[in-house]
Nanobody, 122 residues
Framework: QLVESGGGSVQFGDSLRLSCAVS????????MGWFRQAPGKEREFAAA????????SYGDSVKGRFTISKDNTKNTLYLQMNSLKPEDTAVYFC?????????????????WGQGTQVTVSS
């Protein structure tokens, strides 16, 4: 089970940190990722991390502003979001896959959280 938290309403340029609590299996055995879906748009890849946290990948729209990390001792995935823009407004989903290698396609993920809303106003 994946449970996201940390979403909210912020201003342009603000920061937020999303968390995803993992239960049911150790997060150290799973590559994980963050995806987002804006109103009226398809879900898109934001960031991914391999099982041990040593390798990451980012979507072009968030590269340089967002940082994905995981604390396997706490079974928690994070997404630090800095310099937020109105176009970052979306529901953010945490996802996990059975494999240890990170992937950027949502079809490669097996488990999904319910999502947390992030709204950025100008």
């Amino acid at each position: 089970q994946l449970v996201e938290s940390g979403g909210g309403s912020v201003q342009f340029g603000d920061s937020l940190r999303l968390s995803c609590a993992v239960s049911g299996r150790p997060s150290s055995t799973a590559a994980m990722g963050w995806f987002r879906q804006a109103p009226g748009k398809e879900r898109e890849f934001a960031a991914a991390i391999n099982a041990n946290g040593g390798s990451t990948s980012y979507g072009d729209s968030v590269k340089g502003r967002f940082t994905i990390s995981k604390d396997n001792t706490k079974n928690t995935l994070y997404l630090q979001m800095n310099s937020l823009k109105p176009e970052d407004t979306a529901v953010y989903f945490c996802a996990a896959r059975r494999g240890v290698v990170l992937r950027t396609a949502e079809d490669d993920y097996d488990y999904w959280g319910q999502g947390t809303q992030v709204t950025v106003s100008s």
